[in-house]
């Protein structure tokens, strides 16, 4: 069974950073497409960076374009969301995402598997 648990999500003032983290169960990220998405209240849900293990580069979304790290941990099956300069137009809940893929994957409606999400709130 895939599952995915979010995890480092919090309260932090802006210009600050948090680490989030996406343990996976079920299977390896080497063959599949991994993507955070986070959902703002009213909002729609937004992919901000997206990565495929078979295809080096991620992609950002311009909102968090240099400010935001996408990692995977191969040995702890782990992906990371390295957060830096936090905005209050950052505060959402985020959610990592997997897909079955080698491509690098950026619309929601194509991921399958999918975490519970973890809040990030982000103070001015």
């Known amino acids: 069974e895939v599952q995915l648990v979010e995890s480092g999500g919090g309260l932090v003032q802006a210009g600050g950073s948090l680490r989030l983290s996406c343990a996976a169960s079920g299977f390896t990220f080497g063959d599949y497409a991994i993507g955070w998405f986070r959902q703002a209240p009213g909002k729609e849900r937004e992919g901000i960076s997206c990565?495929?293990?078979?295809?080096?580069?991620?992609f950002y979304a311009d909102s968090v374009l240099g400010r935001f790290t996408i990692s995977v941990d191969n040995a702890k099956n782990t992906v990371y969301l390295r957060m830096n300069a936090l905005k209050p137009e950052d505060t959402a809940v985020y959610y990592c995402?997997?897909?079955?893929?080698?491509?690098?994957?950026?619309?929601?409606?194509?991921?399958?598997?999918w975490g519970q999400g973890t809040q990030v709130t982000v103070s001015s």
């Open positions: 995402a997997a897909l079955l893929s080698i491509y690098v994957v950026r619309g929601a409606d194509d991921y399958d598997y």
């Open positions: 990565l495929s293990s078979s295809i080096g580069l991620p």
